[in-house]
Each structure stands twice: as C-alpha cells, then as structure tokens.
C-alpha cells in the first residue's frame, strides 16, 4: 500500500511556542490531505482538509489561525500549532489520497503525539 | 448522535474463534473503508468498499457492504493475537469524495 511519514513522531513544548508537524506521501502524489485529532480512547476528529496549491478548509469549530495549513507541494503538507497551550495537547494524525482507477484510497501517517507543558 | 455506530465497542475472543464487527450508519455508504489501529499509531488501511453487496478477502480478513449501502461487517476467521487492535470504520457519506467520517472504533482483544 501506500506509504504516508510523519515527523516528529513526538514532541514536548511549552506553552507560548509553535509548533510545526510535516506530513509527506513517500510514493504518490496526494493532491488532498487531512489532519486528524484523536483524544484518548476517542474517534478522529477531522480539523481540516488540505489541498495543493490552495488554502486549507478547516471544520467548524477548528481555530484556522491557530492550527495553520500549508500543502506546499504534492506531497507535503504541515500543521504549525501556534502559541500552543496544554489544552492542545493531543495525537495528531495526517492522512493523504490517493487515487485508485476512479475511486480514493485514504492512507494514513503514524501520527505525531503533541505534549505542551 | 454518533453518524456511524460501531458494534460491539469491544470484543475478547479466543486465538482461533471467528468474530464478525460491525459498522452501521443511518446515511448511505459511498464508501466505506476498514483501519487497524495500535493504540498510540497511526491507521493501517485494511479495504475499501464502495458498491451494495460488495465482498473483499486479505489474508483471514472479510469485508462485505451490505446490499442497501448502510452497514458493513468485517469477519476474522481464526483469530490470532496479532488481530489485536483498534477496527476503525470511515465512510464518505456525502457521496462528493470530500472527507471521510469516523466511527468510535472497536477494540479486539485476542486471548492466546
């Protein structure tokens, strides 16, 4: 299958900085990526869709100044966390499309665990 | 309410039993894909579904889309402990291929 990197894996920092997560699709192009947010023991909460070459589209009720999108190229995209609080604190896990003779395949990264202190 | 319901929330069986999940949504399944997911990882693509009646096979996986394109059912046949995980469905249920909603997920625990 098709192969979606995340880096950093895990990252711990204080309250007050930034904070960026790349997301990279290794062996396609993905035209389209997602960013998830996934609370203990909870579903994923889709944040916001990116798309290459365009502005990302946030969910209702995700801050777009606060989480910041950027799908740079087709097959990288980041999530900068912005002034992040512990409140932020979260798994957060990247997905990318991929087409598959007229039909999407969704693939996703080994998610990025966000601790703010 | 949840817009995709997952039975049961968990499930413990014994290495070698069958077992069957389900995921079952009050709109219909555009698409309807199956992950694996380790606590603390990221999501393993197990199939995608996406006509009514619709069967696919990998390795002692089933997956089927019932004929109504409203619920979905993975089978295990002959567990193993590397069964083990969270089973997540995800499903297109506004037909426009934008994004994919979730269910909570089903927790399969395998007792050697």
């Known amino acids: 299958g098709a192969v979606v990197s995340q880096h950093p894996s895990w990252v711990i920092c204080k309250s007050g900085t930034s904070v960026k997560i790349e997301c990279r699709s290794l062996d396609f192009q993905a035209t389209t990526m997602f960013w998830y947010r996934q609370f203990p023991k909870q579903s994923l909460m889709l944040m916001a869709t990116?798309?290459?070459?365009?502005?990302?589209?946030?969910e209702q009720g995700v801050e777009k100044d606060k989480f910041l999108i950027n799908h740079a190229s087709l097959t990288l995209s980041t999530l900068t966390v912005t002034s992040a609080h512990p409140e932020d604190s979260s798994f957060y896990i990247c997905?990318?499309?991929?087409?598959?003779?007229?039909?999407?395949?969704?693939?996703f990264g080994p998610g990025t665990r966000l601790t703010v202190t | 309410s949840q817009e995709l319901e997952q039975s049961p929330q968990s499930l413990i069986v014994q290495e070698g039993k069958n077992l069957t999940i389900n995921c079952t949504s009050s709109?219909?399944?555009?698409?309807l894909y199956w992950y694996k997911q380790k606590y603390g990882e990221g999501l393993i693509f197990l199939m995608m579904l996406q006509k009514g009646g619709e069967e696919k096979s990998h390795e002692k996986i089933t997956a089927k889309l019932d004929e109504k394109k409203q619920q979905s059912s993975l089978h295990i046949t002959a567990s193993q402990p590397s069964h083990a995980g969270i089973y997540l469905c995800?499903?297109?249920?506004?037909?426009?291929?934008?994004?994919?909603?979730f269910g909570k997920g089903i927790t399969l625990s395998v007792r050697p």
């Open positions: 990116s798309n290459e070459g365009s502005k990302a589209t946030y």
């Open positions: 995800g499903a297109d249920l506004s037909g426009a291929n934008s994004k994919l909603t």
């Open positions: 997905s990318a499309r991929y087409s598959a003779g007229g039909y999407y395949e969704q693939y």
């Open positions: 709109k219909t399944l555009y698409g």
